[in-house]
C-alpha cells in the first residue's frame, strides 16, 4: 500500500511561486504515471497536470500551461509541481495522485477514476 504525502502548500500573492511536493512511501513510484489534482471548495476535482513513469512525457491543464511544470526524482521517491505566475483564484487543495497501473508510458490520464492513490493533499491561497 502506498502513501502520499503532499506538502508546500501556503499562502501566496498572485503572481507568486510555490513548489508542491508529493513523496511516497511504502511502495516505489516509479512504475507508475503521477497526476496532481485541484480542489476548490464546492467544486468538483479537477486536473492540473501529470508526468509518465519515465518522466519523458508530461501533461497540462490548458489553465496551466506555460506557468506549471510537473517534474519527478525517482530517487526521492517524490513528485513535484511547480506552479509559477499564480493567479488569483482564492483557496483549491492540491492533490497528487498515483496513476492505475498502465501499459504505455503515457501522462495522457486526466480523470480521477484512472488514479488509485491520492494523497491527503495540500492548501494552496492565492490572495489578491
Known amino acids: 500500500q502506498v502513501q502520499l504525502v503532499e506538502s508546500g502548500g501556503g499562502l501566496v500573492q498572485a503572481g507568486g511561486s510555490l513548489r508542491l511536493s508529493c513523496t511516497a512511501s511504502?511502495?516505489?513510484?516509479?512504475?507508475?504515471?503521477m497526476g496532481w489534482f485541484r480542489q476548490a471548495p464546492g467544486k468538483e476535482r479537477e486536473f492540473v497536470a501529470a508526468i509518465s513513469w519515465s518522466g519523458g512525457s508530461t501533461n497540462y491543464a490548458d489553465s496551466v500551461k506555460g506557468r506549471f511544470t510537473i517534474s519527478r526524482d525517482s530517487a526521492k521517491n517524490t513528485v513535484f509541481l511547480r506552479m509559477n505566475s499564480l493567479k488569483f483564484v482564492g483557496t483549491a487543495g492540491y492533490y497528487c495522485?498515483?496513476?492505475?497501473?498502465?501499459?504505455?508510458?503515457?501522462?495522457?490520464?486526466?480523470?480521477?477514476?484512472?488514479?488509485?492513490?491520492w494523497g491527503q493533499g495540500t492548501q494552496v491561497t492565492v490572495s489578491s
Open positions: 511504502g511502495r516505489t513510484l516509479s512504475s507508475y504515471a
Open positions: 495522485a498515483r496513476r492505475r497501473p498502465y501499459y504505455s508510458d503515457s501522462a495522457r490520464s486526466t480523470a480521477p477514476s484512472e488514479y488509485d492513490s
